[in-house]
């Protein structure tokens, strides 16, 4: 008997595998993570001779395309994704053919992902986007920097006609962007670039470091690094015929207005720059700002938030001024009970802080994100001394609903160091009802930015353009 019942554990065993091997996943799998915003996640799997399969990752909300899964396995129902080169991974199971029910994890972060199988990614309606033919010259570049530890790949448009033309480099925000700042199917420096161009300027834009044809590794990279890889794109610029070299400016976005501002301060050759939701303060009390700003967004009370305010000040500033993570952790997490046991009951509930576990959870995570490289340069710098140096020209811009770079302080505060500096041309425009990117908003959320069919508001295009067209294409 006990003879039988091996071999019958061994067939059905067998029997498992084969039907394992008969489900075929190939294919088109879409489904949509929330971690905060709501982004396509897309998987492409392949069945290989084997009958094992293999595949490639999209997020085509961040403009990311074609990362491969390190390893695939199906096994009955269950199937298991990894994706090392982010550090993630999905597992999940098949509920049927067309669905299935999942984890998507990534670091120390886990969330639900339900993916479906689909004949064809979905599509976003995104007008302002350009198309070819173009009425001017685009151009795919390439350049390397000083000691060729990178290589840059960029696009880099001009009028068509007898130039020299003034011309500018775009600088993108926070984290790994494509040339264009792809974010949720929008391309917003592409809607510049084309706006720009057809009006009489060159414009360069560059994907960032490890992101399209642009090699290296942003992993312990500063803003003083990224810095130095626009130089590199400026002095590409100057080699070009088709470049007023008198007339060279940069345009740079959110974390882009900073990484401007550390060369215009050091740089006497830039003529003009343009601050779109560019940082006026110093990034600690920029952070603080905006999480307070996001929190209520998302429909936490007044009270709480303010509340919550100065304990997040505070685990910033342990973040800065502690020699590490685990340094930090041991005053941050102190701290945090001590405010915790001094909160009425309904702050915590609205904060979601009533776990013990989850709130050592908060704290690390937190701890962990204000303490990498970059984070770290951030929070410590302040633009203003960098700001009182500039000679240039400057044009700075902000939404009036915008939650991540707030207008109100950050104009002040640019404002403010101009009129110590030696730029005799400037301007700092709120610019009624648009977000930090620039989109006319509703509920003027960051969840919301995806959700919008607009890209970049004309009248900030017109803004930009008109005072380009006064103070640069018009000066001698």
């Known amino acids: ?149 990178i290589h840059f790949g960029g696009t880099f448009t001009f009028p068509k006609g007898d130039g020299p033309f003034p011309a500018a480099i775009l600088i993108t925000g926070s984290g790994q962007q494509d040339r264009d700042e ?37 992993q312990t990279a500063t803003s003083a690094d ?5 130089e590199t794109g ?25 990484i401007e501002t550390i060369i215009a301060s050091r740089n006497k050759d830039i003529n003009f720059i343009i601050m779109l939701a560019g940082p006026g303060i110093k990034g600690a009390d920029l952070l603080a700002e905006q999480g307070v700003a996001v929190m209520k967004s998302s429909g936490i009370s007044e009270d709480a938030v303010e509340a919550y305010k100065p304990l997040y000040r505070q685990i910033i500033e342990y973040s800065i001024t502690e020699k590490d993570s685990a340094s930090a952790y041991s005053k941050a997490y102190p701290a945090f009970v001590l405010w915790k046991q001094q909160q009425p009951s309904s702050v915590l509930s609205a904060l979601q802080m009533t776990d013990e576990d989850a709130d050592k959870k908060i704290v690390g995570s937190l701890v962990k994100a204000f303490g990498s490289p970059w984070m770290r340069y951030f929070l410590s710098t302040d633009p203003q001394p960098m700001i009182k140096k500039f000679t240039c020209k400057v044009l700075a811009l902000n939404g009036s609903k915008d939650i991540q770079v707030i207008p109100s302080s950050n104009l002040a505060g640019i404002k403010s160091a101009l009129e110590k500096s030696k730029s005799k041309i400037f301007e700092t425009h709120e610019i009624d009802g648009l977000n930090h990117l620039f989109q006319h908003c509703t509920k003027c959320s960051v969840q919301e930015y995806g959700e919008l069919e607009e890209t970049f508001a004309p009248e900030a295009l017109e803004i930009m353009g008109n005072w380009l067209d006064k103070n640069v294409k018009n000066k001698q």
């Open 1 to 149: 008997m006990k003879k039988i019942k091996m071999l019958g554990a061994v067939f059905f065993a067998a029997l498992s595998t084969v039907m394992a091997q008969q489900k075929d996943i190939a294919g088109i799998w879409e489904g949509k993570l929330n971690v905060g915003v709501t982004l396509r996640i897309v998987f492409h799997f392949e069945k290989n001779a084997d009958g094992t399969f293999s595949g490639s990752l999209d997020s085509p909300d961040q403009g990311v395309k074609g990362i491969p899964c390190s390893n695939v396995s199906l096994s009955g129902d269950s199937i298991m994704v990894e994706i090392k080169p982010i550090n993630g991974s999905f597992s999940g199971t098949l509920i049927n053919d067309s669905v299935i029910d999942g984890t998507w994890a990534q670091g120390n972060a886990s969330f639900p992902l339900n993916v479906m199988h689909v004949k064809e990614v979905s599509k976003v309606n995104r007008p302002q986007t350009p198309q070819p033919p173009f009425n001017y010259n685009s151009e795919e570049v390439g350049y390397d920097n000083a000691d060729k530890s």
């Open 182 to 218: 792809t974010i949720f199917a929008h391309k917003p420096f592409s809607v510049i670039a084309d706006y720009l161009t057809k009006k009489g300027y060159a414009v360069l834009r560059v994907d960032d470091r490890g992101v399209g044809q642009t090699t290296g590794s942003a």
């Open 226 to 230: 990224f810095a130095n890889d626009v």
């Open 234 to 258: 400026l002095a590409y610029l100057k080699t070009r015929s088709q470049v007023d070299k008198n007339k060279l400016g940069m345009i740079g976005h959110s974390e882009g207005g900073l």
